[in-house]
């Protein structure tokens, strides 16, 4: 079955950075978008970022140059890079495959002085 297991979560001050990690599993990981959504509390969950197969990202206009989505096909692991951290990108992250069809657990992010 599809597993994702993300990872790298934490507590960070502003302006700090943070690398998400999503390991993939139970389906052809290479042919298949990857993308990253986050729920702050209280709010619906919103899109972040995501990769295409060919590699190929795009980005919600709130984290456009300040986060890089990427993948390694080898080790089925998609990666969110996020710098010049805010308090409102304080979420749960979650990885999914597409644009939500399948979703992992999440991971917490705190962005606090």
């Known amino acids: 079955q599809v597993q994702l297991v993300e990872s790298g979560g934490g507590m960070v001050q502003p302006g700090g950075s943070l690398r998400l990690s999503c390991a993939a599993s139970g389906f052809i990981f290479s042919s298949n978008a990857m993308a990253w959504y986050r729920q702050a509390p209280g709010k619906q969950r919103e899109f972040v970022a995501i990769?295409?197969?060919?590699?190929?990202?795009k980005y919600a206009e709130s984290t456009k140059g300040r986060f890089t989505i990427s993948r390694d096909n080898a080790q089925s692991t998609v990666y969110l890079q996020m710098n010049n951290l805010k308090s409102e990108d304080t979420a749960v992250y979650y990885c999914?495959?597409?644009?939500?069809?399948?979703w992992g657990q999440g991971t917490q992010v705190i962005v606090s002085a």
């Open positions: 999914s495959v597409e644009y939500g069809v399948y």
């Open positions: 990769i295409l197969d060919s590699g190929l990202p």
